[in-house]
């Protein structure tokens, strides 16, 4: 995909992961509409990409991706200011283990909500251009971590979601492309454990991550942007991990 002209939505991309990916987003020439709850940070992050690339680059929604109104209001606003959309990113995504119907209302239900809203408004059977829907998992839902079942339940979520949707034959003939992101742990806010721990969460952790070691944050947006670019995988689920690099976990079928 050659991405000038191209319009993207990121959820959660005040910091972290959703940040990188606007940055190499807006640096290769599209245009991006940053949301998070975090509104003034993401102001933040957005006036450093305006400052950089030009006023029209990107553009700042504050979006709790649980409320079904603010995440359609989103999509209204880029239609209107852009006219079209073609990269959806659904990043935003919390460790929680005890609030867990939360968890699963940010990491899982919320990824449906904006992927059947990016489905309405990219498919070319209601008008759009196509494009790529890209849902951040974890390596984390590929394998189970016995301290954190709810997040893994999410994310192992979000790739049987992602993965069926891919197989369905209507969305790929209507010019849409679904993909998942699987980092193992990556040097952002999420690993430093907040106050809605509990004490194992974190102390084990923190022990996983010894002894695995951390991703690059500029590593994980480097395989993101193969994932948005190359136009052929449709169903990939990749891996990015500190000791293995960006590797794909299933390929789509076309390149078994
Ligand atoms: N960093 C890692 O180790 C790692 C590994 C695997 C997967 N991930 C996933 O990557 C994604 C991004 O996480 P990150 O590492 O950048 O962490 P982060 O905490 O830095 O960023 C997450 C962002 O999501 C936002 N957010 C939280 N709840 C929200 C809501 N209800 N509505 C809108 N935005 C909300 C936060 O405000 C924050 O800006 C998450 O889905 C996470 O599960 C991260």
New binding site residues.
């Given amino acids: 995909m050659n991405l000038s002209g191209k319009v993207a939505l990121i959820?959660?991309?005040?910091?972290?992961?959703?940040?990188a990916f606007s940055e190499s987003l807006v640096s290769r020439g599209a245009k991006v509409c940053l949301?998070?709850?975090?509104v003034h940070?993401g102001q933040i992050t957005t006036e450093a990409l305006k400052k950089n690339f030009g006023n029209d680059a990107a553009f700042f929604m504050k979006?709790?991706?649980?409320s079904e109104k603010e995440f359609a209001n989103v999509f209204q606003a880029i239609k209107s200011r852009y006219g079209r959309l073609d990269i959806l990113v659904n990043?935003?995504?919390?460790?929680d283990e005890k609030n867990w119907r939360k968890l699963i209302e940010?990491?899982l239900l919320?990824v449906m909500q904006g992927t059947q809203l990016g489905i309405e408004t990219m498919s070319k059977e209601h008008g759009g251009n196509g494009g790529v829907i890209i849902n951040?998992?974890?390596?984390?839902g590929l394998t189970p971590v016995f301290n954190t079942p709810a997040?893994c339940a999410s994310?192992f979520g979000v790739v049987g979601y992602t993965r069926s949707l891919a197989d369905n034959l209507i969305h790929l003939r209507n010019g849409l492309r679904f993909c998942c992101l699987?980092?193992?742990?990556?040097?952002?806010?999420?690993?430093k454990f907040s106050e809605n721990s509990t004490v194992s969460t974190k102390e084990i952790g923190d022990k996983i991550i010894k002894s695995v070691g951390i991703?690059k944050v500029s590593t994980v947006a480097d395989g993101f942007m193969e994932l948005v670019t190359d136009e052929n995988n449709n169903g990939a689920v990749m891996t990015v991990t500190a000791r293995d690099g960006i590797q794909y976990k299933y390929l789509p079928k076309s390149k078994l």
């Fill in positions: 959820t959660g991309a005040a910091q972290g992961l959703g940040k949301t998070d709850i975090k940070e979006c709790d991706v649980t990043n935003a995504g919390i460790v940010i990491n919320s951040i998992s974890s390596a984390a997040y994310k699987c980092p193992a742990f990556t040097d952002t806010d999420i690993i991703n």
